[in-house]
């Protein structure tokens, strides 16, 4: 079962705009992470946040994490044709922490 | 330095016959993941190893399917039979010993079972 659920499933918008993703997770973690996908290509890191941090940037990439309400967003500023891809959040899989689950993702272009 | 490694990238098999999926890890890296990757499923935590010990296989769909780990180096998924519905992206992915759980994923063997 996955942990992690992201939303909206797909976003199109224009290069310059920003895109926000959505994860919702169920129990409780340690730290959240976020992948991407190109297009048949393996997915790749992008960022982790932990449970204990609000906020993290990482060029133009915002997390947010929401312990409370178990959800987290990621946010890409001005938003270029490159960063057409799929985004997923991860979270760990039971107290070990030592494998990751993750949601269906969300699949996003970005046309010029 | 070499990410993880996977082959083959791309295979056409008939239903009924053995498929061996094959990975060589990021060299260092205590853990290994094997996911599987569907539309309809999203992405499938099917097994993991530790210092190449299977720790999860929970995720294994059926006996059709093994995996091992024979050295630190190499790992293999194997589907027999093969059916039409394990036609999906197979990622192998590695990470090493510590706190931080950030794995790095190979690129994928692309299995269509026909």
């Given at each position: 079962?996955?942990?992690?659920?992201?939303?909206?499933?797909?976003?199109?918008?224009?290069?310059?705009?920003?895109?926000?993703?959505?994860?919702?997770?169920?129990?409780?973690?340690?730290?959240?992470?976020?992948?991407?996908?190109?297009?048949?290509?393996?997915?790749?890191?992008?960022?982790?946040?932990?449970?204990?941090?609000?906020?993290?940037?990482?060029?133009?990439?915002?997390?947010?994490?929401?312990?409370?309400?178990?959800?987290?967003?990621?946010?890409?500023?001005?938003?270029?044709?490159?960063?057409?891809?799929?985004?997923?959040?991860?979270?760990?899989?039971?107290?070990?922490?030592?494998?990751?689950?993750?949601?269906?993702?969300?699949?996003?272009?970005?046309?010029? | 330095d070499a990410?993880?490694?996977?082959?083959?990238?791309?295979?056409?098999?008939?239903?009924?016959?053995?498929?061996?999926?094959?990975?060589k890890p990021i060299s260092g890296h205590?853990?290994?993941?094997?996911?599987?990757?569907?539309?309809?499923?999203?992405?499938?935590?099917?097994?993991?190893?530790?210092?190449?010990?299977?720790?999860?296989?929970?995720?294994?769909?059926?006996?059709?399917?093994?995996?091992?780990?024979?050295?630190a180096s190499?790992?293999?998924?194997?589907?027999?039979?093969?059916?039409?519905?394990?036609?999906?992206?197979?990622?192998?992915?590695s990470?090493?010993?510590?706190?931080?759980?950030?794995?790095?994923?190979?690129?994928?063997?692309?299995?269509?079972?026909?």
């Amino acid at each position: 079962s996955q942990q992690g659920e992201e939303d909206p499933q797909a976003l199109s918008i224009q290069e310059g705009e920003n895109a926000t993703m959505n994860c919702s997770y169920k129990t409780s973690i340690n730290n959240l992470q976020w992948y991407r996908q190109n297009s048949g290509r393996g997915l790749v890191h992008l960022i982790l946040i932990r449970s204990n941090e609000r906020e993290k940037h990482s060029g133009r990439l915002r997390v947010t994490l929401d312990t409370s309400k178990k959800s987290s967003s990621l946010l890409i500023t001005a938003s270029r044709a490159a960063d057409t891809a799929s985004y997923f959040c991860a979270t760990a899989l039971g107290q070990a922490g030592t494998a990751l689950i993750f949601g269906k993702g969300t699949t996003l272009s970005v046309s010029s | 330095d070499a990410g993880v490694i996977q082959s083959p990238r791309h295979e056409v098999t008939e239903m009924g016959q053995e498929v061996t999926l094959r990975c060589k890890p990021i060299s260092g890296h205590d853990y290994l993941f094997w996911y599987r990757q569907t539309m309809m499923r999203g992405l499938e935590l099917l097994i993991y190893f530790n210092n190449n010990v299977p720790i999860d296989d929970s995720g294994m769909p059926e006996d059709r399917f093994s995996a091992k780990m024979p050295n630190a180096s190499f790992s293999t998924l194997k589907i027999q039979p093969s059916e039409p519905r394990d036609s999906a992206v197979y990622f192998c992915a590695s990470r090493p010993q510590g706190t931080r759980n950030t794995i790095y994923f190979g690129e994928g063997s692309w299995l269509t079972v026909v």
